[in-house]
């Protein structure tokens, strides 16, 4: 097939562990440069790496949920190269047996992406310059950085579109949250990205930090191929940088003079088994994913789908949709939570699970609604108060007298009534006399003692008199 | 002399006066220091100081007792080199493990000893840019052996009770034991914490310890051995009170056939064999044919291999030698491991690097790594018959320096024929001195299995006891 898009991921996600890899600095705290460092991950000599075993259950959960193959033993190799971000001169990463191969993540009923391989490995430290990396005098190491836990996925070429990419890395970052193993707010996810449009030979981007950037620098290279194609520009496999600053990707390398690594098995770090009690455990541990709570939304609570889709990319907002729904229709707090909750939030900026979120009262203000205690409208207001400080929703309706008629279901209730209630004005408005519309207004503002707009019951006693 | 234990007994009783001891072993350190190069930092203060604590509280097992250190092995705040000039003025941040051990039962460091740098030899010449070889002790001509050869060196010269901790990867304790006469055992892979160990070849390397008599080595073991935490490759299981088991015993010896052929001096063969013979040890002659062809070069490909990315690290920035800086991270680093780096360091280092390049790993790193498998059951095999083996531990007595200038590098690598077995399938292994050639000494070499150390040190007693 001929100009064929083939993207193929090489995703480096941080674990959240408190501690790093192979020693037992911590992962967070001071950002003073150089803090959080010992000798094993400033590579002293004579010190010695010693396997956090939080990171590799973690790995291990991700390996189970992406239903990848699991290694029977845990292996680190060295991979050796000179760089100045790296304490050793090599990276204890895994190369002969990664933990974790084959597998997938779906994306849709019809469409998976295929994993090649999970692996561990550990961070190098970071490097800063002054300005720019090109133009700065010297660099400045910081080793905070150094040892910290990564796992990296490595997916086959099985998206065939930026945006396939881009639903790929949702559904690795909801997966990544739903299985607690890393911090959307702390963590950084960078990748490598392989992408070509056929006949274009196959093109690596290096180290592209963040999930929009990821997205930005797909769609750049493939406007550049697409050009070299249609220049009928020759091209080879090779590897390319990616300047976020100038949104382009540049040529760093041939093939041909591709890096050698010279893996060796760490010897510092003992084989040990994986065994099936550990795998067992950690199974038992694995929390519902968000496809089993679409399932569980849509089948068991009848929940529309669209609703249960968008709540469950949110593991903290799928929970509370759990709970709300044993207070309140289902529906009604699927349809509040998704659009509302979600709007409020977005404004905010602000995420579900980062909030302090006063939930019997947000269950309250629910109840209010499907009572039909208060309007819509008004509810929108208090939850947009709410967000920014809670307070007992109840009360406060109560204190300011916002119980209200003004959605349409009671409205038209009343409008029903006044049209029965006044046959003469029905019949004086059905003969062309606007005023009796005027009337029949009037009876329905009374009965709902004012609380609704007559703009609205005009339009309801228009529609029911047609 | 008195043994080490007689020697504590008396600093326990205050019969001694720790501070006036060691004052007079420094001073013996550095006078045969100007003549025989034993050490590369002789640590006074910090002996001192620790002197003077024992002194008020005279406790520990190796109360006021002087251990000499190889350099490979890092003691917090004194300059720790590995024998190499690109280390030149590190002072590691932390104490070894084994350091930790001898500290807390009251030894007292003298200094870190003179070695190949890294590692990187069986003769102890191999030393340092700028620094000195050290003399063998009983005849100036000749080379003190290697690696470990500061450590056997000072410990067969002085006259005071004296430990040593050496460090072995191929044979670089027995090697330098055998040529200076001394007792000294290489342990079980992983019975001695390498944690604070500078890294020659990380699947090989083994602190043991050397002495004057195998009395002192059996204690040294006791305290230094067991399992610790911040070694992944640390064994978990028990120590044995080693020094309290030298007790004779029925053993089954196994003299290695291949090691007494083309290459053995007759006459250290013969004393083998008749050492053994009188000792009334039951015995049989056996064959380690696989170790025998591949020990030498499977032994050299996975040390060096490791090597190589160990190594990797030393390049001017974070510790040690340091350059002007100037262009890229790349010319930098090769500047400063160029000029810092000897030669046999930068020959290891290709060779390391060569072995395991794609395209090359398959034949060379990764079969070694299957041929060393083999090797542990060849070896494993004849335990199942036999409870200790024996070998000459080298196929000569010390070489002059003349000699050592003219060997190859290869034949450099074959005097390593016969310790490297036993180093390669980690087996606890250690030299008895069992008489003299020329007026050098003859060491023999017992090898055990794995954990069997006590087994190896009452062997090694029956053998010393023969007239």
Known sequence: MSNEILIGLEIHVQLNTATKLFCSCATQGSEDPNTRTCPTCLGMPGSKPILNKAAVEKALKLCLAADCTIAPELIFSRKSYFYPDMSKNYQITQYELPLGTGGSIKLAKDKSISLIRIHMEEDPASLAHLGSMEKSPYTLVDYNRSGNPLVEIVTKPDMHSSDEARQFMKKLITLLEYLEIFDINSGIIKADVNVNIKPYPRVEIKNVTGFKEIQRAIEYELSRQKQELKEKKKATQHTRNWNSEKGITTMLRSKETEEEYGYIIDPDLTVTDITDPMLQKLKAELPELAEEKINKFTKTLNVAEDHAKIISTDKAMAELLERAAKQVAPDLAAKWIRRELNRVLNYNKKKLKDLDFDEENFFKLLKLIEKKTITDTTAQKLLEQFIVKPFDIAKYVKDKKLEAVSDSGSLEKFCQEAIKENPDAVNDYKSGNEKALHFLTGQVMRKTKGQATPGEVNGILVSLLK | ?467
């Open chain 2, 1 to 467: 002399m008195p043994s080490v234990t007689t020697f504590v007994k008396k600093v326990h009783s205050g019969e001694i006066n720790v501070v006036e001891h060691t004052a007079k072993v420094l001073q013996e350190a550095k006078k045969l220091n100007r003549e025989y190069h034993y050490y590369n930092t002789i640590c006074e203060p910090l002996a001192k100081q620790q002197a003077r604590a024992i002194k008020k509280n005279p406790k520990g097992r190796l109360a006021g007792v002087p251990v000499s250190v190889k350099d490979a092995i890092c003691v917090q705040g004194v300059e720790s080199t590995a024998g190499s000039k690109i280390l030149k003025g590190y002072k590691p941040l932390f104490d070894a493990t084994v350091i930790q051990r001898l500290k807390k039962e009251g030894a007292i460091i003298i200094g870190k000893t003179a070695q190949d740098a890294f590692g990187f030899g069986s003769f102890s010449t191999n030393v340092g840019l700028d620094m000195k070889a050290p003399i063998n002790p009983l005849d100036p001509t000749r080379a003190c052996g290697g690696s470990s050869g500061g450590s056997a060196g000072i410990t067969q010269l002085t006259q005071y009770p004296h430990l040593s901790l050496g460090e072995s990867t191929g044979g670089s304790i027995a090697a330098p034991a055998s040529f200076c006469g001394i007792p000294a055992l290489c342990p079980t892979y992983g019975k001695i914490s390498r944690y604070g160990l500078m890294d020659y070849a990380n699947s090989l390397d083994k602190i043991g310890p050397m002495g004057k008599t195998i009395e002192d080595i059996a204690l040294l073991l006791e305290i230094i051995a067991g399992h610790d935490p911040k070694d992944s490759t640390s064994l978990t299981s028990k120590t044995e009170s080693y020094s309290k088991s030298l007790t004779k015993a029925d053993h089954h010896i196994g003299i290695i056939k291949e090691t007494l052929g083309k290459g053995t001096d007759p006459k250290i063969k013969d004393m083998v064999l008749n050492t053994i013979d009188e000792s009334e040890i039951k015995h049989a002659s056996v064959s380690l044919p696989l170790t025998q062809k591949y020990g030498v070069s499977t032994y050299f490909l996975l040390a060096m291999a490791e090597a190589s990315t160990n190594l990797a690290k030393y390049c001017g920035m974070r510790y040690g030698k340091h350059e002007t800086l100037k262009g890229s991270f790349n010319e930098y680093f090769s500047k400063v491991r160029s000029h810092n780096l000897n030669e046999e360091s930068k020959r290891r280092i290709m060779i390391g690097t060569f072995a395991r390049m794609a395209g090359y790993r398959d034949a060379f790193y990764l079969k070694a790594t299957k041929i060393r498998t083999k090797i542990i059951e060849e070896y494993k095999k004849l335990f199942k018959t036999y409870d200790v083996l024996a070998s000459p531990t080298m196929p000569i007595i010390a070489p002059t320096f003349k000699e050592i200038e003219k060997l190859t590098p290869l034949q450099h690598y074959m005097m390593d024929t016969m310790t490297v077995g036993p180093n390669l399938a980690g087996l606890p292994h250690m030299n008895v001195t069992i008489g003299e050639k020329d007026g050098m000494p003859v060491g023999l070499l017992l090898i055990a299995d794995h954990e069997q150390e006590s087994t190896l040190l009452k062997a090694a007693k029956v053998i010393e006891n023969v007239e």
